[in-house]
């Protein structure tokens, strides 16, 4: 049974960095994509960042473009998101999601679509 653990969540000031981590298990196909989404009170679910792991290409939602980076340790079956500059504005709660498909130059990214999800974790940015 594939399963996603997410970790790293917590309170930071303005400005501050957290990374993220998440461990995947349970993996039986050769390439997926997988990312990090994020959802605020009384909003909907929106992508972050992901990667597709057939060739490593990646999105980045606009608003976390130059603050937001996503790794992998492939040997790990584990994701990363560093943030860095957080704003108060990026307080919700992120999801690691995992689909089982892969395309060549398309880290899909919208939440509808995808297979698995972690339990979430909080992070709130707040003075």
């Known amino acids: 049974q594939l399963q996603l653990v997410e970790s790293g969540g917590g309170l930071v000031q303005p400005g501050g960095s957290l990374r993220l981590s998440c461990a995947a298990s349970g993996v039986t196909m050769d390439y997926y994509t997988i990312g990090w989404f994020r959802q605020a009170p009384g909003k909907e679910r929106e992508g972050v960042s992901c990667?597709?792991?057939?060739?490593?290409?990646?999105y980045y939602a606009d608003s976390v473009k130059g603050r937001f980076t996503i790794s992998r340790d492939n040997a790990k079956n584990t994701v990363y998101l560093q943030m860095n500059n957080l704003k108060p504005e990026d307080t919700a709660v992120y999801y690691c999601?995992?689909?089982?498909?892969?395309?060549?130059?398309?880290?899909?990214?919208?939440?509808?679509?995808?297979?698995?999800w972690g339990q979430g974790t909080n992070i709130t940015v707040s003075s």
């Open positions: 990667v597709s792991t057939i060739d490593e290409s990646t």
């Open positions: 999601g995992l689909l089982e498909v892969s395309y060549y130059g398309d880290a899909v990214c919208e939440w509808r679509s995808y297979d698995h």
